[in-house]
């Protein structure tokens, strides 16, 4: 049953399915598959590839499951329940996949409940309820609950990925979890398929009747003759997720379940990690958005002092305290290094605090909340710390600082090697009196291991994340158990939970016995026996749970192996190792990746989900429109893993990175360069597709198309000589559409129109490498393809602007003039060609080094272009020149917004005119990735009466030329229509500024408006 399946079943192929799978696997998963795809409209996703993109969540562990399953409907969940039970198919039911315990792999089929089962079903604005489908993510319930002042208060760090079901599955547990409490003090009810196929109907148990009131009074009597075994081994705190929720009848949680003191038999499903049923829909308690909140960041002097200090801070709430969250000192490092977060942590430090407490009080009124937050600082005088307390009472300062606590674990992710910062013991629970000892003993473990522990989290109610530093490929595992071991021991002198929060999983499985006891856990096996008869239902987890250090179980076990390949990029920076107590990196390339780091890089992907977001960020535009785990950049970088580490049954391992299953996770990435910049651990998959193509195209040969886009720079001046005939295709009826057949360019697009006068041919006065090289105020104008000959009106606005604002402008051109002009080899980079895209690259440093030696700025206009001087020309092999250039490579928006700052705008800006028109600009993804699109709003600002609004927009689908290709067309707009075009048409009479021509062009397409360059709306406002 376990056997792979290199087929992609999908519905098309329904009735060849099982003869086709039959054929190649074993007859159970072809039977599988075959009855899923006829019996449902769902998908059915059992290629190598799929099926390796949901064998690994946030956990260390990876194992393969039979098939996966997205149903459309919560019905087609009773089916293919029908299925597998006919088939005796394990299930293992999967929200977002964010788990870090090994909930959601497991060797059946797993089921998708996040990409259709996501509706609210039913909102109660007076009795504060709402009814949900298992899929939805807790953000966008959330935002839905927003307008009626309402909102789910289980605030998990995951909260743009996390689904209510994988929230109630793990019992997770929210950052404000001292006012609100755990998922099981806020689900009133919940209707779950048993594995019988009968619908369970759970809440209160005085409502209950027929087969709840007989499950209540089952696990009543099993509760009951287990009194006396509860008070012993129950832990007596709030956190605790191991096990199932026995203590319903006999409360033993520090935090009663419910408020009145009735018995929810809802509960005994919440936390039960998909073992006893599958959820069909939740009945969850809604709770008053705070109207106001304050926070007192107290900074410390020593660890032990913040861990001390927290038993005191949750005595002065008063009702109004609703988090106590730590951020040690390695966590402040690591994130006044990231350029996102530096400006916040700054903001929250006084000194050099090795550990920092924010402090938040929610309530009615901001007054109240204030005189709080003096209370603190007067708590913190009184235990020795005047002074010690930064005030944020402004919601903007709040919330910032709040994102940097929510990214945090995924910050500490960010180290680069094989040691990995690992989750087995992240979220033991202590009583507040006893967490500053525990810290510290905690610690001396990790010391004597050889390790180090980054610490953060929710002091408030003693559950403490901590990851020490293991090597899994090596000895990581028999280290993790010792640990795991002296932990538990301290776990138990302090009356602690070990499981406190991320659920128990594979890693926490064989803790429950340890924890509990043999007689509840005996109990524990009844109650999955009475609910589950047939163990359909993630079999071997909560009960008779692997070893947690099984290697056979994990995603990099010890027999992990990476293919050797010659990189066509420079991968050294990945290929290093770590120390795992000073977490010091070795020097690039002497990691001892085969991939020559291309492996590791795909590796530092730690299955977070974060990319699996919506709202903020640019991360990532795929997923955005697709909601298929393959569009995100976790499904990509978890399919070249797999591929490099010749994890593809049935292909040799060479030809893996090279296969259509590759091709295809990658195929809809647009290479913007959101995840360099959104994911915590730096995950590039924008270079990774340009290595990927290098390597697939040299196998499988370019296309007429890539050859056509990839030489443009090479054509352009002898095209632009035949404008009018070369136009004629979106003139000529037919012409488009023969374009589309023969090329693949969609018949839907326009192309960019070329012009016989082109910034080249036309004369300008600028000044020549020697006068730029003497002058006082000098410049270098690097005039990319698309602004000398598509829109050169963009490139000689710019020149003007620069003129205006008196400087001495040198237009880049060749060192040794071959009547082409220079390119940073874009082009080449997106169709995979990076050797013809190197010898661009090569061209524009030896033009450029003199200048860039000499700290002059290279200023360019297509962010694409201009950026790749900061980025993929870095890693082509070109020395320390390259290096220079990228230093002083600035967009004509970060030039100007610098020039402003050091006071040398000062005659532009007296020379522009001001505006009345509403101003909407349109960040191009590079742009966002390098952090400048605030520097275009600062020059917008520089007109007098400028009002710039910023489009909230993820990539806008153009993405160079992928948005003019036939087979991206439908994307692409889709892309467009997530923000970008509603926004565009929103505002008829704003101007719309957007530098990316490919933004542009969408624009035009989309909106029928025309958006122009940031250089030209510049030149306008210039006083003739
Ligand atoms: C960086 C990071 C930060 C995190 N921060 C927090 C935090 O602050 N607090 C916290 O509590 N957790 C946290 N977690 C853990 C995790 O995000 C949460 O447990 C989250 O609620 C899981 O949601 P999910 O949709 O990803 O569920 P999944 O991981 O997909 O599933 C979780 C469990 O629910 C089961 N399940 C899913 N759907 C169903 C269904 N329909 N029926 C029955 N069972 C189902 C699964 O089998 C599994 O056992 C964090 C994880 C990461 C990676
Ligand atoms: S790609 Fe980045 S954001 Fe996505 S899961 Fe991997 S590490 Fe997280
Ligand atoms: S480059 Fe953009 S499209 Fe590609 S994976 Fe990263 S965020 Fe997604």
């Known amino acids: 049953m376990n056997a792979p399946l290199p087929l992609k079943v999908t519905r098309d192929v329904a009735a060849r399915a099982y003869d086709d799978v039959a054929k190649i696997s074993n007859e159970v998963a072809g039977k599988l598959a075959a009855r899923l795809a006829e019996e449902t409209e769902g998908e059915v996703l059992f290629s190598n590839a799929d099926k390796g993109r949901y064998a690994t969540d946030a956990s260390i562990y990876q194992v393969m499951p039979v098939g996966v399953f997205v149903p459309r409907t919560s019905d087609e969940v009773k089916t293919a329940l029908a299925i597998c039970r006919d088939l005796n198919v394990p299930i293992v039911a999967r929200g977002g996949g964010t788990s870090q315990c090994g909930q959601t792999v497991g060797v059946g089929l797993v089921i998708d409940h996040a990409k259709y089962l996501r509706n609210i079903l039913n909102v109660d604005v007076e009795q504060r309820s709402a009814e949900v489908e298992p899929g939805i993510v807790l953000d966008h319930l959330n935002a839905a609950l927003k307008k009626h002042g309402l909102w789910f208060p289980v605030d998990v760090s995951t909260s743009a990925q996390a689904t209510l079901g994988g929230m109630a599955g793990n019992n997770s547990c929210g950052s404000r979890s001292i006012a609100y409490g755990n998922m099981v003090h806020n689900v009133l009810g919940i209707r779950a398929w048993r594995s019988d196929g009968g619908l369970l109907e759970l809440g209160r148990l005085d409502a209950a009747s027929g087969e709840a009131r007989a499950l209540g009074s089952y696990v009543k009597t099993l509760s009951d003759a287990l009194l006396p075994e509860l008070v012993a081994h129950w832990p007596k705190v709030m956190r605790r997720v191991a096990g199932y929720n026995l203590d319903i009848f006999n409360n033993q949680s520090e935090k009663p379940y419910t408020q009145d003191g009735s018995v929810n038999l809802a509960h005994l499903l919440v936390g039960s990690e998909g073992t006893l049923g599958l959820t069909k829909s939740l009945q969850l308690r809604l709770a008053e958005l705070p109207r106001n909140k304050v926070l007192g960041v107290v900074n410390f002097p020593t660890f032990y002092k913040a861990m001390d200090a927290a038993q005191h801070i949750v005595k002065i709430g008063d009702g109004t305290l609703t988090a106590v969250e730590l951020v040690d000192r390695t966590m402040i490092e690591l994130s006044l290094q990231n350029p996102v977060f530096a400006a916040t942590v700054r903001s929250a430090l006084i000194g050099q605090p090795e550990a920092i407490l924010l402090v938040e009080f929610s309530g009615a009124s901001k007054t109240e909340l204030i005189a709080k937050i003096k209370q603190l600082v007067e708590l913190m005088g009184e235990l020795g710390l005047p002074g010690s307390v930064v005030e944020m009472i402004d919601d903007a300062a709040q919330k910032n600082l709040w994102e940097v606590r929510k990214a945090g674990l995924n910050i500490m992710m960010s180290l680069k090697g094989d040691g990995k910062p690992v989750s087995f013991i992240e979220d033991c629970a202590v009583p507040l009196e006893h967490l500053a000892e525990y810290t510290s003993a905690l610690t001396e473990v990790f010391t004597k291991h050889g390790s180090k522990g980054t610490w953060y989290a929710h002091a408030s109610v003693g559950t403490l994340h901590v990851r020490p530093i293991l090597d899994m490929r090596r000895e990581g595992a028999a280290k993790m158990r010792a640990i795991a071991e002296e932990a538990s021991a301290l776990v138990r002198h302090y009356k602690g939970a070990y499981s406190g929060e991320h659920g128990d999983g594979l890693c926490r499985g064989e803790w429950i016995e340890w924890q509990f006891g043999p007689k509840i856990t005996q109990a524990f096996a009844q109650i999955k026996n009475h609910l589950d008869p047939l163990n359909l239902l993630s079999p071997r987890r909560m009960i008779d749970p692997p070893k947690m250090d099984d290697t056979t179980l994990m995603r990099f076990p010890p027999s992990y192996q990476v293919i050797a390949i010659k990189t066509a990029l420079d991968w050294s920076a990945w290929n290093v190792q770590n120390n795992p107590v000073t977490e010091q990196t070795s020097a690039p390339g002497s990691g001892g990746d085969p991939a020559n780091g291309f492996a590791k890089a795909a590796e530092m992907c730690n299955n977070n989900g974060l990319c699996r977001q919506f709202d903020a960020g640019t991360m990532c535009p795929s997923y955005r429109v697709t909601r298929d785990e393959k569009?995100?950049?976790?499904?990509?970088?978890?399919?070249?893993?797999?591929?490099?580490?010749?994890?593809?049954?049935?292909?040799?391992?060479?030809?893996?990175?090279?296969?259509?299953?590759?091709?295809?996770?990658?195929?809809?990435?647009?290479?913007?360069?959101?995840?360099?910049?959104?994911?915590?651990?730096?995950?590039?998959?924008?270079?990774?597709?340009?290595?990927?193509?290098?390597?697939?195209?040299?196998?499988?040969?370019?296309?007429?198309?890539?050859?056509?886009?990839?030489?443009?720079?090479?054509?352009?001046?002898?095209?632009?000589?035949?404008?009018?005939?070369?136009?004629?295709?979106?003139?000529?009826?037919?012409?488009?559409?023969?374009?589309?057949?023969?090329?693949?360019?969609?018949?839907?697009?326009?192309?960019?129109?070329?012009?016989?006068?082109?910034?080249?041919?036309?004369?300008?006065?600028?000044?020549?490498?020697?006068?730029?090289?003497?002058?006082?105020?000098?410049?270098?104008?690097?005039?990319?393809?698309?602004?000398?000959?598509?829109?050169?009106?963009?490139?000689?606005?710019?020149?003007?602007?620069?003129?205006?604002?008196?400087?001495?402008?040198?237009?880049?051109?060749?060192?040794?003039?071959?009547?082409?002009?220079?390119?940073?080899?874009?082009?080449?980079?997106?169709?995979?060609?990076?050797?013809?895209?190197?010898?661009?690259?090569?061209?524009?440093?030896?033009?450029?080094?003199?200048?860039?030696?000499?700290?002059?700025?290279?200023?360019?206009?297509?962010?694409?272009?201009?950026?790749?001087?900061?980025?993929?020309?870095?890693?082509?092999?070109?020395?320390?020149?390259?290096?220079?250039?990228?230093?002083?490579?600035?967009?004509?928006?970060?030039?100007?917004?610098?020039?402003?700052?050091?006071?040398?705008?000062?005659?532009?800006?007296?020379?522009?005119?001001?505006?009345?028109?509403?101003?909407?600009?349109?960040?191009?993804?590079?742009?966002?990735?390098?952090?400048?699109?605030?520097?275009?709003?600062?020059?917008?600002?520089?007109?007098?009466?400028?009002?710039?609004?910023?489009?909230?927009?993820?990539?806008?689908?153009?993405?160079?030329?992928?948005?003019?290709?036939?087979?991206?067309?439908?994307?692409?707009?889709?892309?467009?229509?997530?923000?970008?075009?509603?926004a565009v048409r929103q505002q008829p009479d704003a101007v719309v500024v957007a530098d990316g021509t490919s933004c542009r062009h969408q624009i035009k397409d989309g909106a029928q408006r025309e958006a122009i360059h940031v250089a030209v709306l510049l030149a306008r406002q210039l006083r003739e």
């Open 631 to 982: 569009h995100t950049t976790r499904g990509r970088a978890n399919t070249l893993r797999l591929a490099l580490s010749g994890q593809f049954q049935g292909l040799k391992a060479q030809d893996a990175l090279t296969s259509e299953a590759v091709k295809d996770a990658l195929d809809l990435c647009v290479g913007c360069k959101g995840c360099k910049r959104d994911c915590p651990t730096g995950v590039d998959m924008a270079k990774m597709k340009v290595e990927f193509l290098h390597h697939y195209k040299s196998k499988h040969g370019y296309t007429f198309k890539d050859k056509l886009i990839a030489y443009l720079p090479d054509y352009a001046p002898w095209a632009s000589r035949f404008a009018p005939l070369l136009n004629l295709r979106d003139k000529l009826p037919g012409l488009a559409f023969l374009s589309e057949k023969l090329i693949g360019l969609s018949a839907r697009r326009t192309l960019p129109q070329w012009k016989r006068n082109t910034f080249f041919n036309t004369p300008h006065d600028t000044a020549t490498r020697g006068e730029v090289l003497a002058a006082s105020k000098p410049v270098v104008l690097f005039v990319d393809t698309f602004n000398a000959y598509f829109e050169s009106e963009n490139a000689s606005a710019a020149l003007k602007v620069l003129q205006a604002a008196g400087y001495t402008v040198h237009i880049a051109s060749k060192a040794q003039p071959d009547g082409k002009s220079l390119c940073c080899g874009r082009t080449y980079l997106a169709s995979g060609m990076v050797d013809e895209a190197k010898a661009k690259a090569r061209e524009m440093v030896d033009a450029l080094a003199p200048f860039a030696e000499k700290g002059i700025a290279i200023v360019g206009l297509e962010p694409s272009c201009l950026l790749t001087l900061r980025d993929e020309m870095l890693v082509m092999g070109l020395g320390d020149a390259a290096k220079t250039i990228s230093e002083h490579a600035l967009l004509l928006e970060e030039f100007l917004a610098r020039e402003a700052t050091s006071g040398k705008l000062d005659a532009l800006k007296a020379a522009l005119k001001p505006i009345t028109q509403p101003i909407l600009l349109h960040g191009h993804c590079h742009q966002k990735a390098f952090g400048a699109v605030s520097p275009i709003m600062d020059v917008l600002k520089l007109i007098p009466g400028a009002q710039p609004e910023l489009i909230e927009s993820s990539c806008c689908g153009m993405a160079g030329s992928f948005g003019y290709e036939a087979s991206h067309y439908e994307v692409s707009m889709q892309m467009a229509e997530l923000s970008l075009l509603p």
